[in-house]
């Protein structure tokens, strides 16, 4: 009875020898330099494709008159300012009821504060 080979088996060798071949020709195509080159490239074009996707929908975003990414950033850094303005204006209030507070508690140690007020008829 003579050995016939297996189907299977020969698949296998030949699967084997082809991912052997592709991986040895892969290696030696990354090795180049024009491979670094074609990638730099690519990437490049990527990026710029990118940009241009990005500008072109915040241009459909502003001729739709919404509100875009800039207008937000832009209304974010203002509402920044003012919330710092408003800190400043609450620092000087507090500051000025502490002022208040004092001289009322100066005045009522001993000597009486006289408010004058204005009669409605010497308008």
Not at 32 to 56: H, M, P, Q, S, Y
Not at 103 to 119: I, V, Y
Request: proline share 2%; hydrophobic share 35%; no cysteine.
């Amino acid at each position: 009875m003579s050995e016939t080979p297996d189907p299977t088996e020969d698949v296998r060798r030949l699967y084997e020898d082809a991912e052997k071949r592709t991986a040895d020709a892969m290696e030696e195509l990354v090795k180049k330099d024009a491979f670094g080159e074609l990638l730099g490239r690519a990437t490049e074009n990527i990026l710029a494709v990118t940009r241009i996707g990005n500008d072109a929908a915040d241009l459909v975003v502003r001729n739709l008159r919404l509100a875009g990414r800039r207008d937000i950033t832009s209304l974010a850094r203002q509402l920044a300012r003012t919330e710092d303005k408003l800190e400043q204006v609450l620092q000087e209030v507090e500051r000025l009821q502490e002022q208040l507070a004092e001289s009322d508690a100066s005045t009522s140690n001993g000597t009486t504060r006289r408010r004058t007020t204005k009669s409605s008829s010497s308008k």
